[in-house]
Each structure stands twice: as C-alpha cells, then as structure tokens.
C-alpha cells in the first residue's frame, strides 16, 4: 500500500528529526488529531531511545550545578512559532477570521510563514481543478472532508501526492475543507481556467 | 554481517537502569536533587553530544546543544512522566527537538506576532494505552530481530537524521525500495502497541 508506506517513511522522517519546518509542523498537528498517530510516533521515539543509548559516548564538559536552577529563561522559547494547537484553533474553528486570499475557483490560500506551507480552503461541494505536482505534497485535513482518487479525508487524516500524481480535489457539500498542505514542488494545473490559477499561485 | 542496534540477549555493561533513571528524574523534580542530575548527566550528556555530532553540528555546537538538552532536563523533570516513556526515550525526544526548534526559528524573520496562529506552546504528551515499561521492552526486542538492511536503514535515520530520501540518495538504493524497508521494519516495532491496535 503506497499511502502507508508514504506515511510510515513521513513518521520515521519525523521521528529522525529529518522533516524540514513544513512537513514537521504537519506531523505535530496530526499527532495531536490523532491518538493512533501519537502510538506510533511513540514507538518510534521508543526505538530513537534505544539508539541514543547505544551511542558511543563523546567527551563532555562538567556542567557547572551551582547555580543551574538560576539560570535565566535560556530554553523558554521567547520568540513566536508556529504552534500546532493553536493552528487547530484558528484553522477548524474560527477559519473566517482568518486572511485568506483567493487562488481559483473554490480554492482559498493562507501562505504560512514556513517555506512551503500553507492553508487551503475548498469551499464545500466544489472540486479543485485536475492538478499534478511538480514534487511531493502532503496535506493533512484540519477541518471538513475531501476525496480524490485515492480516497475519502477526513480530520486528522493525511494525503500524499506524489511528482506526477494527478487528482482533483472533492469537497462534500456543505462544510468548507480546510488543510494544511506541505509541499516540496509547485502545482501543475490543467485546463484553461487551471492554467490562470496555477499562474495565480505560482 | 548481521549487524543489530542493541545487544542480543543480556543487556550491554552500560545499558541504563531504566527503573533507577525514572527515580532520579522523579528526584530532581521533587527536590531538586544535584546528585541525581550528575548522575544523569554523566549517562546522557555524553551520548547527546555524540547524537548532535552525528547530526553534523561542530564539536562547540554539539557540546552547547547537548548542555541545553541536559539543562532542560534539569528544567524541565517534572514534565516527564514515566508511565509515558523511558528516560532514554524522554531526553531522545527532547535533544531532537532542540534541532527542529533551531530550524524553525532561523525561517521566521519577520512575520506578525499577533497572528492568532503564532502561540508558542508545550508538547502534548501521548495517551496511548501501551504502558512506557511495555513498550520500550518490545521495541527493544523487535530491533534485536530486524534484517540488516533495516537496522542500517534505522541508524541512517536516527544516527544521522536522514530523510528517507537523504538515505536513497545517499546509499543509491532506490526510494521504493527504502520506503519498502521502513514499511517492514515499522511493521516489527510496531508490535509493541499490541494486537489491539
């Protein structure tokens, strides 16, 4: 099965540490949509456990424990990040209050300050131009449901899109779908009016 | 050669006490136990700054990162929950995402902090039903039985935090089949969650 041996490599990459800002933000949002998810990814920090013990041991310097516990807020991450909690709030529950911008017939976009990561809301009952991708797209479905080829979406779920993968988004009537897409390459519309809109996006 | 991540049968001479490392984190987050930190930090401190070299950080960076992983440990005691993970697992979790957070942060040069999306918050601990002391005894004996191939596939991935398209890039072995290997061994770990799920 393609889709789990894209999420399983996705899980490992996350657990690895190898996943850019994009995909890793993605992975911590389903994780918390998740509770399967959050097994797995325990298993797999279970085995990162096992080989952070099984590391040879590198030279290191005494830290000094006088005064440890006065250090100032070094590890208090004062600057903002992106925090998936919060991206479920906003997104799912009050996505009107979010700055959208229009892309294509249907389809909304808010351009998240992570290169190569955005939000997307198809509006319900539409389907999103046929595209394809130049290279890989992960979409995770934060609010609402979508179908393509491959299969139904539905909260917490994710969908990979690979170079030369072609699908057209189906949105249920009712609901607005809201996602958040990681990608590594650009989409590639088809059709007239999908040209316009790739040439909107790009 | 069959090569393994972990050692077959008896654990290795240095092989952590797990139960006793769970006590000492309960120690400093009780009572601010110096001895227990040392002791924890004599054990850890090193195989972090190992990790963060295998990463690729510099020999100053690696010390400086695998400090601030130990001083979270330090800061941070109470929040780990032995019934969730070994202490092993914990301070894994804890040193890779130091690297992750370092990635975040360097990409947000000038973005609107009051943007409803932007609130910076702990981690939410996994709820599974597995308990930590289960878990980490049947990864443990899964690793001991993977193929070659899919031990090394795993070290590329948590040794030198490699993509699994780092790693067929790398090793020239072609995607489907890497994707292949991480499916077969991901399918052995993840007896550990039990026939339930």
Same mark, same amino acid.
């Given at each position: 099965m393609a889709a789990s041996e894209a999420y399983d490599a996705l899980m490992l990459d #996350?657990?690895?540490?190898?996943?850019?800002?994009?995909?890793?933000?993605?992975?911590?949002?389903? !994780? %918390?949509?998740?509770?399967?998810?959050?097994?797995?990814a325990a298993v797999l920090d279970a085995a990162g456990?096992?080989?952070l013990e099984s590391l040879p041991p590198a030279d290191v310097m005494a830290l000094p424990l006088?005064?440890?516990?006065? !250090?100032?807020? !070094?590890?208090?991450?004062?600057?903002? *990040?992106?925090d998936a909690r919060a991206l479920i709030e906003a997104a799912s529950r009050r996505p009107d209050d979010l700055s959208w911008r229009w892309r294509a017939p249907g389809l909304r976009e808010l351009r998240l300050p992570l290169q190569g990561s955005s939000l997307l809301r198809l509006a319900g009952g539409r389907a999103l131009a046929a595209h394809g991708h130049s290279g890989e797209e992960v979409t995770l479905v934060l609010r609402?449901?979508?179908?393509?080829?491959?299969?139904? #979406?539905? *909260?917490?779920?994710?969908?990979?899109?690979d170079e030369g993968y072609d699908h057209s988004p189906l949105v249920p009537p009712g609901d607005d779908?809201?996602?958040? *897409?990681?990608?590594?390459?650009? !989409?590639?519309?088809?059709?007239?009016?999908? %040209?316009?809109?790739?040439r909107l996006l790009s | 050669m069959r090569q393994t991540a972990v050692p077959h049968g008896a654990p290795a001479a240095d092989a952590p006490d797990r139960e006793r490392f769970a006590?000492?984190?309960?120690? &400093?987050?009780?009572?601010?136990?110096?001895? $227990? @930190?040392?002791?924890? @930090?004599?054990?850890?401190?090193? +195989?972090?700054?190992?990790?963060?070299?295998?990463?690729?950080?510099? $020999?100053?960076? $690696?010390?400086?990162?695998? /400090?601030?992983?130990? &001083?979270t440990v330090w800061r941070k005691a109470a929040l780990f929950d032995r019934k969730q993970a070994s202490v092993s697992t914990w301070i894994f979790r804890v040193a890779r995402n130091r690297r992750i957070d370092a990635a975040r942060r360097a990409k947000h040069a000038n973005f609107d902090q009051e943007d409803p999306i932007l609130h910076p918050e702990a981690a939410e601990a996994p709820d599974d039903a597995v308990s930590a002391g289960?878990?980490?005894?049947?990864?443990?004996?899964?690793?001991?039985?993977?193929?070659?191939? /899919?031990?090394?596939l795993l070290k590329q991935a @948590?040794?030198?935090?490699?993509?699994? +398209?780092?790693?067929?890039?790398?090793?020239?072995?072609?995607?489907?089949?890497?994707k292949s290997r991480i499916r077969l061994a991901f399918a052995r770990l993840r007896t550990a969650l039990g026939p339930d799920i």
């Open positions: #996350y657990a690895a540490g190898a996943l850019g800002p994009a995909h890793a933000l993605l992975v911590e949002t389903h !994780l %918390r949509l998740k509770p399967d998810g959050r097994a797995a456990g096992a080989f006088a005064g440890v516990e006065t !250090l100032p807020g !070094l590890l208090d991450a004062p600057e903002p *990040v992106i609402g449901a979508f179908s393509d080829q491959a299969g139904h #979406y539905e *909260v917490g779920d994710i969908g990979f899109a779908c809201v996602c958040l *897409v990681a990608m590594t390459g650009r !989409l590639k519309f088809h059709g007239a009016v999908a %040209r316009i809109a790739a | 006590d000492l984190m309960a120690a &400093i987050a009780t009572r601010q136990d110096r001895e $227990a @930190f040392a002791e924890l @930090f004599a054990y850890y401190a090193p +195989r972090v700054k190992a990790y963060m070299l295998r990463l690729g950080a510099g $020999a100053a960076l $690696a010390e400086e990162l695998a /400090q601030e992983v130990m &001083i289960q878990r980490e005894r049947q990864v443990r004996a899964a690793l001991t039985t993977l193929p070659a191939e /899919q031990v090394d @948590f040794y030198d935090g490699l993509s699994h +398209r780092d790693i067929a890039e790398k090793t020239g072995i072609p995607l489907g089949t890497v």
